[in-house]
């Protein structure tokens, strides 16, 4: 097959709005491929679904098993498979497998089984595939680019098969999770994050790019790893860093400018540096700050929903002061003033902590802290002799009635803490959010023990509902799966020039009113649910954008957004094949 085959190709495959359809209307796939080259390419494989005809036509005879099968019976027979599977890291590896082997198999097993495949995609056992990521590699997907090549990073991006790339995911492995520098291996992060956009969030695996930015890594051991798989050479800082990562936007604007470009797993200096330097240069958000502070805020909504009492009416405790801390008191600073407060009175209810203590204007402290950071004279009463208080005397002096934990310590919040939160109100609202489940700051069971099962508890992995007293209690999962794909979604659909702060909004209370409507004694709604929660906050950000005034595009309105979310929303279904 000559490049010019292959170049028409890439198109057909990768256009949103350019699906072939024959006199009746119904899809096809006009093909520029025959035999062995069909089942080696992930997006054309259909396997043993290829029809009689297809098959004659298209050079397959005799390339396949006899029997035709359905989209049904192959994932009866891969879902066996993945069962089979002895523990979670080899499930992983079966579903990635299977990704490289048939894209449109594996969406469709993912969507049939969310529930139980997204901790495998996804958090936690993602962590575990990226610690491993160099031992267990099987297979290419996505670009690297890395001080070897970011010269080059034009031709690199042109080489990338999908014409038209609308949302990129884009990590330099400094921040993974809570694991911290994991170089080349974070590449595993982007991966799973863009399954999550096409299965959750109707984003074609077509139009979607994973990538590693690969600025070196710190870490002596992967350095010396003879399987380790990154460049050579420690991590850039400073202006070196920041020219590598002007010349990753200025290829992306060259090559797909109406791309949406989703920050992750950036150290916490490098995260806000990055996510000011580009959001108003192109189409940026970073979920480690905007995501999480999003879900959580919609988390902390839900809970006081229940409790018929306001988001003004907390105290909020946020334990952990990186990019998720400072993203969710920034989310909750913006939704009590939302809810009209001003800020001054807004951060007047928010505590912030990090590892020495409560945030206050005396300390030494990072910038992007700083906004969170108390007048001493103004919380003198909770200083410990002039000094700034640690967690349990915080909760006791601000009377605290939210607490919420990205610190990424495990077992942070202890008995006594949990007491005192008990203590300064009936029900506390108590969030261990920190993944991956290793890192949780309390189990679920434990918060409600040690209050009675009186807390209301939501966590970052998934945790089994909790039976206590002869009560079981849901733990729901504040997962930024319920933001991400509906964010960056409804963001390509409306073609914003930029993400704004009222737009992540957006998306927060769109994920809060669909668990009021839907689920109203839970503070999330289940995974399972995911399509129909990124379907409401696509929406919803699209009205935002065009409120805006972001939103670029022509073929959608804010009256006629939640129809066109719908009809854009990508199905792994086959399409007859055509040769062309």
């Not at 190709?9 to 209307?25: A, Q, T, V, W």
């Not at 006791?396 to 990424?408: E, H, N, P, Q």
């Not at 729901?476 to 914003?496: E, K, M, R, T």
Request: charged share 20%; hydrophobic share 40%.
């Amino acid at each position: 097959m000559s490049p010019g085959n292959i170049a028409r190709l890439m198109p057909r495959i990768s256009s949103y709005f350019d699906i072939r359809r024959d006199k009746n209307g119904e899809p096809f796939m006009e093909v520029y491929l025959e035999g062995i080259a069909l089942l080696r390419l992930t997006m054309t494989n259909k396997g043993t679904a290829f029809t009689p005809e297809e098959r004659l036509s298209l050079g397959l005879d005799g390339l396949l098993p006899p029997q035709v099968n359905t989209i049904e019976q192959q994932l009866e027979r891969v879902y066996g498979g993945f069962r089979r599977e002895p523990s979670p890291i080899a499930k992983y590896q079966y579903l990635r497998g299977l990704q490289e082997r048939n894209e449109i198999l594996y969406y469709a097993l993912l969507a049939r089984h969310l529930e139980e495949m997204l901790p495998i995609v996804y958090t936690p056992t993602v962590g575990q595939a990226v610690q491993e990521f160099n031992y267990i590699y099987q297979n290419p997907r996505g670009l690297s680019l890395s001080p070897l090549n970011i010269d080059r990073a034009d031709k690199s991006m042109s080489t990338f098969p999908w014409e038209d790339v609308r949302m990129i995911v884009a990590t330099d492995s400094s921040a993974i999770l809570g694991i911290g520098d994991q170089g080349y291996g974070g590449l595993a992060i982007p991966i799973g994050k863009l399954s999550l956009y096409t299965v959750g969030g109707g984003v074609s695996p077509f139009h979607s790019m994973p990538v590693v930015l690969d600025v070196g890594t710190d870490r002596t051991d992967l350095l010396t790893d003879s399987f380790y798989l990154g460049v050579r050479q420690r991590r850039l800082t400073g202006k070196a860093y920041e020219e590598f990562m002007d010349k990753f936007v200025q290829a992306v604007q060259n090559r797909y400018p109406r791309a949406v470009i989703q920050w992750e797993d950036l150290s916490k200096e490098a995260a806000f540096t990055v996510l000011e330097r580009y959001r108003k240069v192109h189409p940026s958000f970073n979920d480690d700050i905007q995501g999480t502070g999003a879900v959580t805020l919609a988390g902390v909504r839900s809970a006081c929903r229940q409790l018929g009492q306001k988001l003004t009416d907390q105290r909020v405790i946020v334990y952990g002061a990186g990019a998720g801390g400072v993203g969710v008191s920034t989310a909750i600073l913006q939704g009590m003033m939302r809810d009209g407060l001003t800020e001054e009175q807004a951060r007047s209810r928010i505590f912030v902590l990090d590892s020495k203590g409560l945030l206050i204007g005396s300390r030494k402290m990072e910038e992007y802290k700083r906004r969170f950071a108390h007048p001493d004279a103004e919380v003198a009463h909770l200083l410990s002799d002039g000094k700034a208080p640690g967690l349990l005397d915080t909760i006791v002096r601000a009377k605290a009635t939210v607490l919420i934990g990205l610190s990424g310590q495990p077992h942070a919040f202890g008995e006594a803490a949990v007491r005192a939160m008990a203590k300064n109100v009936d029900r506390p609202i108590i969030f261990p959010l920190s993944n991956p489940t290793s890192l949780c700051e309390a189990l679920p069971e434990e918060v409600l023990r040690w209050t009675d099962g009186k807390a209301l508890v939501a966590t970052g992995s998934p945790f089994d509902a909790v039976r206590l007293g002869g009560v079981t209690y849901p733990i729901g999962q504040g997962n930024n799966a319920f933001i991400f794909p509906g964010l960056g979604f409804g963001s390509i659909l409306s073609d914003a020039k930029e993400i704004t702060d009222s737009m992540v909004m957006a998306a927060s209370e769109a994920l809060a009113e669909y668990t009021a409507r839907e689920h109203p004694s839970l503070i999330y709604p289940p995974v399972s649910e995911l399509q129909e929660v990124s379907t409401a906050v696509a929406t919803a950000v699209i009205r935002q954008a065009f409120a805006d005034g972001v939103a670029t595009s022509t073929k959608v309105t804010p009256e006629t957004a939640g129809d066109y979310v719908r009809s854009k929303f990508w199905e792994p279904k086959y399409l007859h094949f055509v040769k062309g």
